[in-house]
């Protein structure tokens, strides 16, 4: 681009043409499209930490619904896999999951032939559920959480945010790696890397934020009798 431009000073001069705006000088040129490339380079590991940020917390609020309040959710499951035919399938990809009433949920399997399969695999997990298998359907009954059992919930909750905030410290880490790394193959300034790492910084500490109200309601949800 570059290039071009200096043609086409050198093309204008010799023909007499006098553009009506002063040309730059190629020194000019050269600093101004150094900066922009520069600022165009921070911004887009910016763009990428915000977008891979939200996603993390995202996962953690979906991951929040599996855990039961006492009252039924589809959402319960979300979490169960099941070993179908040597594949681990999503269960809510292999079953329609229905709440009949507050304190129950159906589990109408797809294929019948792995009723089997699924009751085991929601025995398996750790979403602490008797299934009721009559050849056709699943039941389950939600019991109402002991104190020991909410407190056991509780500790989930803190868990799945503890992974939330972790995947935000290590996508900030990967990109403030990036960032110096520009600057030590001097691609960007002190003051372009000062200013992508200050914007790291206040990413994450959004992020973070964001994950501990989540898992504090989620928590209140929980401990609600």
């Known amino acids: 681009m570059l290039k071009s431009l200096l043609l086409f000073s050198a093309v204008a001069v010799s023909n007499g043409f006098v553009s009506p705006f002063p040309l730059a000088a190629p020194r000019q040129l050269h600093h101004s499209f150094v900066v922009s490339m520069a600022a165009e380079a921070v911004e887009e590991i910016e763009m990428d930490a915000e977008e891979r940020m939200s996603k993390s917390v ?29 594949a681990m399938t999503p269960l809510n990809q292999m079953a329609s999951i229905s709440v009949p009433s507050a304190q129950q949920l159906n589990v109408d399997p797809y294929d019948k032939s792995v009723i089997g ?57 990967d990109c403030v790696d990036s960032i110096k790394k520009l600057e030590k193959n001097s691609e960007i300034g002190e003051d372009e890397a000062k200013d992508g790492l200050d914007a790291m910084q206040k990413l994450t500490d ?20």
Do not use: H
Request: glycine share 6%; aromatic share 2%; with cysteine.
């Open 58 to 86: 995202y996962s953690v609020k979906q991951n929040l619904l599996t855990i039961r309040t006492g009252r039924a959710s589809a959402n319960m499951l979300d979490r169960v896999e099941v070993d179908y035919y040597g």
């Open 117 to 173: 399969d699924i009751e085991r695999a929601i025995l398996d997990s750790d979403v602490g559920l008797t299934p009721n298998n009559d050849g056709t359907l699943i039941r389950i009954n939600i019991p109402a959480l002991t104190e020991d059992r909410r407190k056991e919930m509780m500790k989930q909750c803190k868990a799945i945010g503890e992974e939330g905030k972790v995947a935000v410290r290590n996508i900030r880490r």
């Open 206 to 225: 959004k992020s973070t934020k964001d994950i501990d109200e989540i898992v504090a309601k989620k928590e209140k949800e929980v401990s609600t009798v």
